[in-house]
Nanobody, 120 residues
Framework: QVQLVESGGGLVQAGGSLRLSCATS????????MGWFRQAPGKEREFVAA???????YYADSVKGRFTISRENAKRTVYLQMNNLQPEDTAAYYC??????????????WGQGTQVTVSS
């Protein structure tokens, strides 16, 4: 089991920015496909962004142009830079990792989540 620890969540006003981090001690981090998902209370989990080991990135339509996923393999960390945040972005954000060549929507390991709240 690979453990993932998210951080960087908080409360911001609409139009503000946050950067989420997801760190692991797994030495094979550089081989993982990494993703970010979010879940609002009473809602189902939804895909936000993903980055393959190659560096190719993918985004949900709702966050394109506002969010950026990146990784620093030397730090075994993946980031989600969130700009121009809106109230509808309010959710618990989860980091995910997968060691295989799977769909960007499928992951083997999940973090515990970090809360992002955006006020009007």
């Amino acid at each position: 089991q690979v453990q993932l620890v998210e951080s960087g969540g908080g409360l911001v006003q609409a139009g503000g920015s946050l950067r989420l981090s997801c760190a692991t001690s797994a030495p094979t981090f550089s081989t993982y496909r990494m993703g970010w998902f979010r879940q609002a209370p009473g809602k189902e989990r939804e895909f936000v962004a993903a980055i393959r080991r190659s560096g190719n990135t993918y985004y949900a339509d709702s966050v394109k142009g506002r969010f950026t996923i990146s990784r620093e393999n030397a730090k075994r960390t993946v980031y989600l830079q969130m700009n121009n945040l809106q109230p509808e972005d309010t959710a618990a954000y989860y980091c995910a990792a997968d060691p295989q060549l799977r769909s960007i929507y499928e992951y083997a390991w999940w973090g515990q989540g970090t809360q992002v709240t955006v006020s009007s």
